[in-house]
């Protein structure tokens, strides 16, 4: 549970934190190149982006704000997305971007599924409960009794004009 809060922290922290190491740490790293330093300006607020983009999709899900926590799912993909972010302003190697990339993709679609899922979820929950003061909706039965024969029209245009007669 502590590691599964303390990312649930790190998200906002590691959207700025991370592009930033990644803008340095290359440009150390690889200092002698200057349009990869440019690149790196242009993909970093990207980066930045994408990462608020999944912070703010797993924040949106109630289990999330309630715990305080994220998954274990979210733990596992966020934790390796971050890992390879990190590595990746160690070292020299354009590989390790690919996998930045793909694990991108499968952590915002992650977020996007699982937020999906739960409100789905919660949802169904509600509309099983059926109506909240008791009584039976109006799609179930149809009572003449109640009806009476008015109907309120609201013009979108603002005109008065008098209802259809039945």
């Known amino acids: 549970m502590v590691l599964r809060r303390a990312l649930y922290y790190w998200q906002f922290i590691g959207a700025l934190a991370l592009p930033i190491w990644v803008l340095i740490g290359r440009g150390i790293v690889q200092a002698d190149q200057g349009w990869d330093f440019v690149f790196y300006l242009v993909v970093c607020p990207v ?17 999330v704000r309630v715990a305080r926590a994220v998954s274990w799912q979210d733990a596992a993909i966020v934790g390796v997305w971050h890992l ?20 991108s993709v499968i952590a915002f679609w992650n977020a996007v599924w ?45 005109s008065r004009e008098d209802p259809p007669a039945r």
Request: proline content about 4%.
């Open 47 to 63: 980066l930045c982006l994408v990462m608020l983009a999944v912070a703010g999709l797993t924040v949106a899900r109630k289990s």
């Open 84 to 103: 390879s972010i990190i590595t990746y302003g160690f070292l020299a190697f354009s590989g390790l971007a690919i996998v930045i990339v793909l694990v």
């Open 114 to 158: 699982l937020l999906f899922r739960e409100t789905r979820s919660r949802v169904k929950e509600a509309l099983s409960l059926g109506p909240i003061d008791g009584g039976t909706y109006v799609a179930d039965s149809y009572d003449p009794a109640v009806d009476q024969g008015r109907v309120i029209i609201i013009n979108p245009d603002g």
